[in-house]
């Protein structure tokens, strides 16, 4: 990736968020996440039948082990080969290694098969519009006929909190914003929503964000 990048309005957007980036990151202590699984991911997967499963920039793989752990067969994803291994350590001590195939790659760069996945999952993946937009359509495409999209990622409004990142700005959507790229002949809108979440600042405060979610269901 280049060094920066341009966002819908034209402003400059840094490249922190590059492999060499996270893989820095994640070296630099035994943990980046909680371990938890993403809190909207569960409200709305808990639900689903077990089967083929996508996660996108899995990171540590807390979402990848829960849905293993809940008998999905699970594709997970990200370019950092550091929380990679550290997620397929986890999965093997669980017992789960063998529902999860761990895929090294740029999502940005990647194309999932078409058609194939019962849940697609991404999770806080933040890129600029365009990028975003290309991204989302191909993950769009590898859902299988009534399998679910989920995707969730900071809300707009997270600019008006002291969690503000000037340089992510451009990143920000809505659940709306991807509902309107989904053609309503072949998709079913499940959940579109901002949802409150507590948090705290980095001033140790307690604050409430809002995470913008879609779940979206295939109908053909």
Not at 42 to 60: F, K, M, N, T, Y
Not at 151 to 165: E, N, Y
Not at 194 to 211: F, H, K
Request: proline share 5%; glycine share 8%; net charge negative.
């Amino acid at each position: 990736m280049a060094s920066e990048q341009h966002n819908h309005e034209g402003h400059t957007v840094p490249e922190v968020f590059d492999e060499v980036f996270w893989e820095e990151r994640y070296r630099s202590t035994t943990a980046v996440w909680s371990g938890n699984p993403n809190a909207q991911l569960v409200a709305e997967a808990s639900d689903l039948p077990a089967g083929a499963a996508l996660d996108v920039g899995c990171g540590e793989g807390a979402d990848t082990l829960w849905l293993a752990s809940r008998g999905w067969q699970v594709t997970a994803v990200d370019f950092s080969t550091v929380a990679l291994q550290r997620a397929a350590a986890k999965a093997e001590e669980l017992g789960i290694g063998e529902r999860v195939d761990w895929v090294h790659t740029d999502v940005v760069d990647w194309t999932p098969a078409v058609g194939c996945f019962d849940l697609v999952s991404a999770q806080f993946m933040h890129l600029p519009a365009q990028q975003r937009d290309v991204l989302y359509a191909r993950l769009a495409a590898s859902v299988a006929p009534g399998g679910s999209l989920v995707i969730v990622g900071h809300h707009p409004s997270h600019m008006h909190s002291a969690m503000d990142r000037p340089e992510m700005r451009g990143m920000f959507f809505t659940g709306e914003d991807l509902a309107a790229a989904l053609d309503p002949a072949e998709w079913d809108v499940v959940a579109v929503d901002a949802r409150s979440r507590p948090a705290i600042d980095p001033d140790g405060r307690e604050i409430t964000l809002q995470d913008a979610v879609l779940h979206a269901r295939k109908l053909r």
